[in-house]
């Protein structure tokens, strides 16, 4: 951009905090085309300025140096145009609301962030939104009843849909169950099953497609353009706009359960055996077919174990509950006992754990299966039980309530997963602990679970948690995966009940509808929603080194038969960690680069050593670290005014380049902030902030040799609710500097 103008809001106190004049200077050192100060921009006047002399001076560049990029978005946004790019720069919250009014600091920094945001705008570039040819289709995989809601829930809202499931049948494990829990007042008792109600309407509907005794072959593509081809008898080709993926779960392998009893007495059986007999109208043991007398519930037979699931799987209390009641219906003779170590009935299914405690011949108390004994009659041993230590409860027949594996990745291979790390935990061999987290590692990653058949370089597949469940941030958007434009759903999504699984189908089918409708428009989904910016690639530098495909959280390169990568800017989310990756800096977006970046830090004006003005550079993540911040300033809070913000798109776009450009520039220290990372609490880019840890741990030795501290260097963690910490985190790394004295290539 070479006409550029500067746009300075002097209200909200921004003009009795700094020398509006001498950050107007700033703008002209430069040499700006064009200054204003207006006391309110937001306002018509304000903006009826900017357009005013926008078009007087033939501008093509618009710095606003005003409020956050948060506040007022609806009455800036429309200033940016096809010729015109702008870019805001927080005075407000990061300089005037913070820092001490009518101080030199202050005024400085405000000099700083407009020279700052200008070298930022000298290298954007106008860009036009991508224009492709989109499918309005959602493919629904699995027909369970997540499978069917999202069908549904897509159709209504006036998108085509192909619903794919393996079998012959639509259903899912659910249509094999006489009922549900209750999802209706007074929530006491089972109620019908929904699913056939479910399929005729799926069945009927003229916007849905029903493939049953169907696969995938392959998927191609990327959001909008997916390319699918299915076996089976239809044998399709087709394109879709969006995936739901509702493959549900599976029981858990009862085999794996002998010290409960299974395997030892056919009177062992699990909760699946049992709805058989529910179904059928009636409960025998299997032994003889006699009729029992007291059936024992055991609750998490194989969940919240650490030899087996670790996890709960949700849906076993409510669903022994309604088993329990069941069998009352059936045979009010039967006595029924259930085994919890707590059981778990959240929210309204409070009123249905009470109903069902308040049956004749119903007894459930707390305690641990250390065993069942299958000696003739059965014995469930219990231990730490509220009945007492070493008590023996007699049974006709044991239901295990075993726990579910999610349907995202071969059972087989996910019992691998679980052997080899409790293999790794408690091994008293060190080459088996080294060996087994080894293989644990390598199949969290696992290559390929082969239900989607993905044409993508990092596997066939969705990529997984620990326990096989496929990642998202689930604070912040639920059904996302690393793949854009597909959406876990279901119970292959997270252990749930019958209804949570229902909310989740809709939930997907509406986010795939909305990614369907944000790629026409050429706009990013979450966490970037509307961002219509895309990297572009100089090949022509590039080495194949490969770090880009490889380090993208969501796949988005593929390479060709050399290496090279090849871009799908629909699966792109935005977040330049490719940018951050190369060592050959090919990568870029229209206004956001490594080169940018760099210009801003070069801008900066370092103060000589006796002036004894430290600089400290903090790269701020805008997901969660900058809004953290603006939240403090908001709040009152302040900060060390030595410190330079520059928000960045993700830790993880940082460049190495940046750090070196700032300490041979003279800055005394650079703080990079950024999301938590890990599975309890994901980057907003899956990897970003972990990502940027592991590069930066190789600058220590770097920085050593330059005779610099590796301690100027810092990374912190956070997350957007820790706003109180944001200025704390800033002035002790002021502090630390401060004491370990001002930089040696200062003035060089």
């Not at 169950?177 to 109600?197: D, F, K, L």
């Not at 239900?451 to 958007?477: E, K, V």
């Not at 100089?538 to 090279?564: H, I, M, S, V």
């Not at 912190?716 to 002035?731: A, G, T």
């Amino acid at each position: 951009m070479d006409k550029l103008g500067v746009f300075l809001c002097t209200g909200c106190g921004i003009a009795d905090a700094v020398d509006v004049d001498k950050v107007i200077e700033a703008a002209n050192e430069r040499k700006c085309a064009a200054t204003l100060t207006h006391a309110c921009l937001c306002a018509p006047e304000g903006l009826a300025a900017i357009r005013s002399t926008v078009a007087e001076q033939q501008l093509n560049g618009v710095l606003l140096a005003a409020c956050s990029e948060r506040a007022k978005a609806a009455e800036f946004s429309p200033l940016a145009g096809d010729n015109l790019v702008m870019f805001r720069t927080a005075i407000r919250e990061h300089c005037t609301w913070s820092h001490e009014a009518g101080h030199e600091d202050t005024t400085m920094l405000a000099q700083d962030m407009v020279r700052m945001g200008l070298a930022r705008l000298e290298g954007m570039k106008a860009f036009t939104r991508l224009q492709e040819a989109i499918s309005d289709t959602v493919l629904v995989v699995g027909g369970g009843r997540t499978g069917l809601e999202a069908a549904l829930a897509a159709a209504g809202l006036g998108h085509p849909v192909v619903l794919v499931e393996l079998s012959d049948r639509l259903g899912g494990r659910l249509a094999d169950q006489v009922s549900v829990a209750p999802e209706e007042p007074p929530y006491e008792a089972p109620q019908a099953n929904p699913i056939p109600t479910l399929i005729d309407e799926v069945t009927a509907h003229d916007q849905i497609k029903v493939l049953t005794s169907t696969a995938i072959v392959a998927i191609d593509g990327q959001p909008g353009q997916f390319k699918v081809r299915l076996d089976g008898s239809s044998g399709l080709e087709l394109t879709v706009g969006a995936i739901v993926q509702a493959t549900g779960a599976s029981p858990y392998d009862a085999t794996r359960l002998g010290h409960l009893g299974y395997g030892a007495s056919p009177d062992v059986v699990t909760s699946q055996e049992l709805e058989k007999m529910l179904v059928a109208g009636r409960v025998a043991c299997p032994s003889d077919g006699r009729t029992p007398q007291r059936v024992v519930f055991v609750q998490c037979a194989g969940s919240r174990d650490e030899s087996h699931l670790r996890y709960c799987s949700s849906e076993c209390c409510i669903n022994t509950l309604r088993q329990v009641n069941e069998l009352k219906r059936i045979n009010p003779g039967i006595s029924s006992a259930i085994i919890h170590k707590d059981l778990r009935a959240p929210g309204l299914m409070e009123h249905f754990y009470l109903a069902t405690q308040k049956n004749t011949g119903v007894m459930i108390t707390r305690g641990e299966v250390g065993g069942v004994e299958a000696n003739g009659k059965l014995k469930v041993k219990l231990q730490h039980s509220l009945l007492g230590d070493d008590v023996a409860l007699d049974a006709d027949l044991v239901v295990l309530a075993t726990g579910m594996v999610p349907r995202s990745a071969d059972g087989e291979r996910i019992r691998e997963l679980i052997d080899c790390r409790h293999q790794a935990e408690h091994s008293e061999s060190s080459q088996v602990r080294e060996t087994s987290a080894k293989r644990a590692a390598e199949l969290v990653s696992h290559e390929g679970t082969e239900i989607l058949h993905l044409s993508y370089r990092q596997g066939p597949d969705l990529p997984t948690l620990r326990y096989g469940f496929p990642d998202s941030h689930f604070i912040c958007f639920p059904y996302e995966t690393r793949r854009t434009g597909v959406y876990a759903a279901g119970t292959v999504h997270a252990p749930m009940e019958s209804v949570q699984a229902a909310e989740d189908g809709i939930g997907a089918a509406m986010k795939a509808v909305q990614c369907i409708e944000m790629a026409k428009r050429g706009e990013a989904v979450h966490p970037r929603a509307g961002d219509t910016s895309y990297p572009d690639f100089f090949l022509q530098r590039c080495t194949q080194c490969k770090r880009c495909t490889e380090e993208c959280p969501f796949g988005t390169l593929n390479e060709d038969a050399k290496g090279t990568p090849q871009l799908n800017v629909l699966r792109c989310r935005r977040c330049g960690i490719c940018m951050g990756a190369c060592p050959e800096r090919i990568i870029s977006f229209p206004d956001y680069s490594v080169h940018m970046v760099a210009e801003m830090i070069k801008a900066m004006e370092v103060p000589e050593d006796f002036e004894e003005k430290p600089r400290i550079l903090a790269l701020m993540c805008e997901n969660d670290a900058v809004p953290a911040l603006e939240a403090a300033a908001a709040n009152g809070a302040t900060w060390n005014p030595w410190v330079r913000v520059i928000p960045i798109r993700c830790l993880g776009s940082t460049n190495i380049v940046w750090i070196a450009e700032a300490l041979s520039k003279g800055i005394d220290g650079v703080i990079l902030v950024g999301c938590k990372y890990g599975d309890d609490y994901q980057c907003h880019y899956v990897r970003g902030s972990e990502l940027a840890n592991t590069r930066l741990g190789n600058v220590g030795e770097t920085l050593q040799r330059l005779a610099l501290e590796p301690e100027r260097i810092k990374v912190v963690e956070l997350s957007h609710d820790e706003f109180d910490r944001v200025p704390k985190v800033l002035d002790d790394f002021a502090e630390e500097l401060e004491a370990m004295g001002l930089n040696p290539l200062k003035g060089f």
